[in-house]
């Protein structure tokens, strides 16, 4: 059959839509939030080609409002996960021999759905699930997923276009392997995108995936499943479970086949998940990749030449935005004495005008936090700031769990620059700020860098260019984002990757050719076209 070398669709990010009152992707999208809202779903196992009904089942419900019943979804016991395993092992022969070019053909279909006829579901199933605003629904579970399928079809052909040099006589070749086995991938409720790109990153470069999104997700995630069902991804390539995450997690670790693993989530879960991997290595056929991306404690500095404004709205727009459970949303500030005064001003002004509430109403500018127990992690945070002697609320600070998890946006000031909250990652809109001495600016940096653990994403603000310059190296291993004059938050594919070192994970850039080299075993082959048929050298000559 005929062949060429073929080139890709150059890639560019999806342009973001307005939602603007009266534009069409505003009545779509309400249009579909009505009825998936109306409606309610049973949502199944995916294991090779079967869609698995248990009747095991947990309930789903938005958090903004947990009286509502949205349907629910069937777990897994230990024997199904093995049977995912089984399945994804039994399409890897052909997944794994199937032309580059096709399995970037299903991909790049997938992101022309989202693009288009499925723009709409995929953001309203998100507002639904994870209380995200139309916007944050728009440049998640739209724009940015759709940026990682086309992006990652165009670095899986850099990495197979990187070929080494050849001596005369000589042809050298790097072909780039999957994975032998299959890939474990654990997926967050806070990016739609995310939940989509760990497996389908993994499945692009020829490898299997066993996937399992967070219970808070699973409702979205089922619409990532039709899409990719819809785009021709073959039965077994990604096989989806759901269920007891220990015992899912158990069954996966200790088989033999085990190749990888493709993490959102906590710090110290990742961690048990890279303690039990090191306890079975001697299981395994081949040595796991173990990719990451985990906490943050992200951080905005302000110099004293900062503009008050441009902090002030870096932190309401860095903190608050979907309720701070953004991995990169701003929770500690460092800010001058000779500025505060005005940042405070216009950052309680902006809180004051934050409306809570449903997704469905597009004036509000938040929703509620995702789940019950993070709501009772938040209040009680709050709680003890109101009692401690370190602390002040500035604004905020009340919460009501009676209809969804409300917490409203707060903003607690510390006298203590190791305050609990400047320390302990909390995941929800509270903001810890702490005021310092202009004088001691360079000081403060030293601060920023020491208190925290992590180091995923990190702003600073100042109009002095040797501030910023300084700043920047005192900085380096603080965060694997790095924003000057601008909020910790927003990454663009294909622009800023993503990721942080320290306890933030392995770095290993989702959205970038970085972290498509994790998921190929690279193979070189020489071969040489007149062998040498005489054993000797001539320096062995008399």
């Known amino acids: 059959?005929?062949?060429g070398i073929f080139n890709v669709p150059k890639a560019f990010n999806e342009p973001v839509k307005s939602y603007a009152p009266g534009s069409k992707e505003r009545e779509d999208v309400l249009k579909a939030f009505k009825e998936l809202y109306q409606s309610t779903?049973?949502?199944p196992l995916y294991i090779g080609g079967e869609q698995i009904k248990t009747g095991n089942t947990k309930k789903l419900f938005p958090p903004f409002d947990h009286q509502h019943h949205l349907g629910v979804y069937h777990t897994a016991d230990k024997g199904l996960v093995e049977k995912a395993i089984s399945s994804a092992l039994e399409a890897r022969q052909k997944w794994s021999e199937m032309a580059w070019e096709h399995r970037a053909s299903i991909f790049l279909k997938a992101a022309e759905l989202l693009a288009g006829p499925y723009r709409a579901k995929i953001n309203a199933a998100t507002m639904i699930a994870q209380g995200k605003t139309v916007h944050q629904a728009e440049i998640d579970s739209a724009c940015e997923f759709i940026d990682f399928l086309?992006?990652?079809v165009q670095y899986m052909t850099e990495i197979y276009a990187q070929q080494p040099a050849s001596s005369e006589g000589i042809w050298n070749r790097l072909e780039h392997r999957p994975l032998e086995g299959f890939v474990y991938a654990i997926t967050p409720f806070n990016f739609t995108a995310i939940s989509g790109n760990l497996p389908s990153c993994v499945a692009l470069m020829g490898n299997v995936v066993v996937w399992k999104p967070a219970a808070t997700q699973i409702y979205s995630a089922n619409v990532i499943v039709e899409v990719f069902k819809k785009a021709g991804l073959p039965d077994g390539v990604i096989n989806v479970v759901y269920g007891d995450s220990g015992m899912i997690t158990d069954t996966i670790l200790s088989n033999e086949n085990f190749a990888g693993i493709h993490f959102t989530g906590s710090t110290g879960v990742f961690n048990d998940f890279w303690a039990t991997i090191g306890k079975n290595i001697h299981k395994y056929k081949t040595y796991p990749r173990i990719v990451g991306e985990t906490g943050g404690k992200d951080f905005v500095w302000a110099h004293p030449s900062s503009d008050a404004k441009e902090v002030a709205t870096a932190l309401s727009r860095g903190a608050f935005e979907y309720q701070g459970q953004k991995c990169s949303a701003a929770?500690?500030?460092?800010?001058?004495?000779?500025?505060?005064n005005d940042v405070k001003k216009y950052v309680i002004e902006d809180l004051?005008?934050?409306?809570?509430g449903s997704p469905e109403d597009?004036?509000?500018?938040?929703?509620?936090v995702i789940s019950e127990s993070s709501f009772d992690k938040l209040a009680k945070a709050i709680d003890e700031a109101k009692a401690s002697n370190e602390a002040e609320i500035i604004t905020g600070g009340n919460y009501d769990k009676s209809k969804g998890w409300f917490i409203e946006p707060t903003v607690i000031v510390t006298t203590n620059p190791k305050y609990d909250t400047m320390e302990r990652e909390l995941f929800g809109p509270v903001l810890t700020i702490y005021v310092y001495e202009d004088a001691k600016w360079e000081e403060s940096l030293t601060l920023v860098d020491e208190t925290s653990t992590y180091a995923l994403t990190g702003a600073i603000f100042s109009q002095d260019r040797y501030a910023i310059e300084l700043a920047t190296k005192k900085l380096?291993?603080?965060?694997?984002?790095?924003?000057i004059n601008d909020k910790p938050t927003g990454a663009v594919v294909g622009q800023q990757p993503f990721g942080g070192a320290r306890a933030s994970g392995t770095n290993d850039?989702?959205?970038?050719?970085?972290?498509l080299l994790r998921w190929v075993s690279p193979r070189t082959i020489k071969e040489t076209f007149v062998p040498a048929t005489d054993y000797r050298y001539p320096f062995l000559s008399e």
């Open 150 to 152: 086309r992006y990652n």
């Open 362 to 368: 597009f004036t509000n500018f938040m929703s509620a």
């Open 331 to 340: 929770s500690r500030a460092y800010i001058p004495s000779s500025i505060w």
């Open 1 to 3: 059959m005929p062949k």
């Open 41 to 43: 779903v049973d949502i």
């Open 352 to 356: 004051k005008t934050f409306k809570l």
């Open 476 to 483: 380096v291993n603080a965060a694997g984002n790095f924003y």
């Open 509 to 515: 850039k989702a959205g970038s050719v970085l972290n």
